[in-house]
């Protein structure tokens, strides 16, 4: 597939996609390699399209009850202040020289691994191979985290049920244990 798609290029297969799997492919883009090669490959093993296995899947409840707790601030400055700490915290830890060694441990990685697109991975790549300034890359990596977490926070917001709890409160254990008692009750 890999060859393929040097050849044809991501958007060729998605229309392939398209002909054997069009729920499939109607939900990934055009270049969500990653995706498309998945379904793909699920198609030549089996010689079933993808979504027949989501089709197959019985959503049961589950036969307990789940409590969701989820540490939130509901403040974007706040959350981004510490993502831009955090992200600074691993270069001093030595995130750089990982990625070092890692590229020279391993010489056959390429930036469109998904572990190498991963955030932080992928813009130190870019640093390390000269196509930004290590100003760039911080700036890239800290802006690639706060897309994550705003993508988490949405995906948590969705969750019904969901407890939130202030971590910025100095007692969010106390709330967090009442929760929990009210659930076991």
């Known amino acids: 597939l890999d060859a393929r798609a040097a050849m044809l290029g991501w958007p060729a297969l998605h229309q392939e996609l398209a002909r054997i799997d069009p729920q499939t492919a109607a939900r990934l883009a055009p270049h969500d390699s990653q995706r498309l090669q998945r379904a793909l490959e699920v198609w030549q093993l089996t010689g079933q399209p993808l979504s027949s296995f989501h089709a197959d899947e019985k959503t049961t409840a589950l036969p307990f ?3 969701r707790l989820a540490l939130d601030t509901g ?8 993502i831009a700490r955090r992200f600074r915290l ?7 020289d990982e990625m070092r060694t890692l590229l020279h441990d391993y010489p056959e990685l390429h930036p469109d691994l998904p572990s190498m697109r991963c955030v932080g991975y ?9 196509e930004c300034s290590e100003d760039e ?3 890239r990596g800290i802006a690639a985290t706060r897309q994550l977490a705003k993508r988490q926070i949405t995906w948590m917001r969705s969750m019904p049920d969901l407890v939130r709890l202030e971590c910025r409160s100095a007692d969010t254990l106390t709330p967090a244990l009442a929760a929990c008692s009210a659930f076991l009750d």
């Open 65 to 67: 009850n789940v409590l």
């Open 122 to 130: 992928r813009q130190a790549w870019e640093w390390l191979r000269g």
């Open 90 to 96: 691993m270069l001093d830890a030595g995130f750089v």
């Open 75 to 82: 403040e974007r400055a706040w959350i981004h202040e510490r």
């Open 137 to 139: 890359f911080i700036e």
